[in-house]
């Protein structure tokens, strides 16, 4: 594998970091204007926000949210929605002019496009709590101390298109999300121990989410699989495995099968490693007492 992350085969491209802050924000225009497209095709077909969503598979706060320009439209909503409503073809056309999502950079769409389809969604983290499980505080706290400084409608691009990244892991019931995050994550109080408290808060409520399951790596741990640095692996319907790598300056996008087949490995043992989800649960309610 290069150094700057470009592998050889093709299979592998490197990016700026995600979660940690760094995204350029861009205008809502094309999102707006795809949700215009999607409102007079379903008021021509007599249908409201509430009768369409079961028909297309969402929710009819999601159907709101793109018809709202608020949020990027997954590619089966696309498809359902064509089909559905009788388009003509206009629908994915317009969908076609959709290249990045408000507040996030455009080499990350490709990324942030496979979770709205993931089946199966996993993350080890060791450097900051992962974005679908932020806090607003937190992650305001993440973006205020970005180096280079950023506007402040840069940070409010980027906690709201965070927001919407978290919408997942209650409109995908049916997708597995599984994180193991380090037990220094929430010890180093980023943000200070109000913001911590809350964060653990919210976390744990998360965890009660049946498709949710939260390990914590103990601070002590004599063997370790994750060693050499965060990951995020993800499952497509088709069965496709994906994975994406954080690093200071730069991200890792990994479609190549061999390198999949090592951070599965290294996940796997990690979960045996890391504390079961109720003591993970029972040591996050011991640290919110003495944050």
Known sequence: ???NGTGGNGDMAAFPPEDGGHVEPERLDSLRAFGEVVKAFRKRAGLTQESLAPKVRYSPETVASI???????????????EEVLDAFGTIKGAARHLTRRPGLANWFHQW???ETEAINLYTYECRLIPGLLQTEAYARTLFVDQLPLLSDEQIEAQWVARAERQRLLRERPGTTFGFILEEHLFLRQTGGPEVTRELIDHVLEISKLRNVEVQIMPLVRENHAGLDGSMQLLETPDNRWFAYNEGQRGGLFISDHRELSILQMRYARMRSQALTPEDSVSLLRRMRGAA
């Open 112 to 114: 942030a496009q496979l």
């Open 67 to 81: 018809e709202q320009g608020r949020r990027f439209p997954p590619r089966d909503f696309v498809e359902s929605a």
């Open 1 to 3: 594998m290069a150094a």
